[in-house]
């Protein structure tokens, strides 16, 4: 039947109401799945868009992390140089300070020995003021005795009549009180002779003295002088021609040196932690010996002088020489340097 009431007379008639109901029904189901995927290709394009953003994000935070970790280790190093450096110098300067109280003693002993000198010449000088003195009294007695012998010469003369015998022998005694008092004049002269000597003498020394202290103070000022141009020479030395001393890569081996009631005292520690044990010289060589081996790298070994250490310039430096060239890295490569140098020549 058709919609009218008619009998539909075509052929194929239900066919076509079939095929009319099918294809739009196909068509609504292809349209939902098209949009049903555009909308999950939407999705997806969408969500890898915000992976991409995360994910170069994270690829830029990592670089950032990467620079600054570079930036920082660079920073490190540096660091680490520049206090190694300032230990050094630091080692220096007690070197140079233990080097300078030894010579300010050895000053010290020379002063105090030309002090006692110039106590001894100055006891002599009052000995022979002393001696002065009683010449002095000796002279003054016997003038005091010429006085008196020529009173009685006068007496005699009045009675020279009666007393000839006794004016001869007043004459002779005259004669040889006057002997006697040139005799003393002379020692007198003489003795004021020796104190105007030693007086001079005595001047002489004092002025040679006060010459040496000035000299002494010349001396050290210049060597100030002298030990800066030679450390600023030296940092440039060996920043155009060797890099600087450092214990980077290298096995650090740390030793305390000093003297107590007259014993020497050493103690050492490896790789900068830890605590300090006491050794002895002998046993720290061979326990040095043995790590330079055991280290391909080389050692660096650091030694420390405590406060009050109570050892002389030479004894610090001897010890510390010792240790750098046996062992330390850097300067067993500079005194092979040396020796091949030497062999070149």
Known sequence: MSQGGFTDLRLNGDHNDVNEGFWPSFTDIMTVIVMIFLISMVVLLVRNIELVSQLRATMEAERIAAELARATGEEKDTISSELH???????????????????????????????????????????????????????????????RRQSQLDAALRDIDNKQLQLSTAQRAVASLEQ?????????????????????????????LQQSQQQNQDVERRFLVLAGDYDELKVKYDKLVRPARSSAGRHLVEVRYWKQEGDYRISWREGGSGGYQAITRGRLDRVLTRLSKEHEDGLYVKVIFPENSGLSYNEAWEFTSHLHSNYDYYFKAEAAGDANSDAGR
């Open 85 to 147: 450096r300032a230990e050094e110098r630091i080692q220096r300067l007690q070197l140079e300070v233990m080097r300078l109280q030894d010579k300010g003693l050895r000053n010290e002993t020379l002063i105090a020995e030309q002090l006692r000198a110039i106590s001894g010449l100055t006891n002599e000088r009052d000995d022979l003021a002393q001696q002065a003195a009683q010449l002095m009294l000796l002279r003054e007695r016997l003038e005091a005795d010429v006085e």
């Open 180 to 208: 006697s008092l040139d005799e003393a004049r002379t020692r007198i002269a003489e003795s004021e002779q020796n104190v105007a000597r030693m007086q001079q003498t005595i001047s002489d020394q004092r002025q040679s």
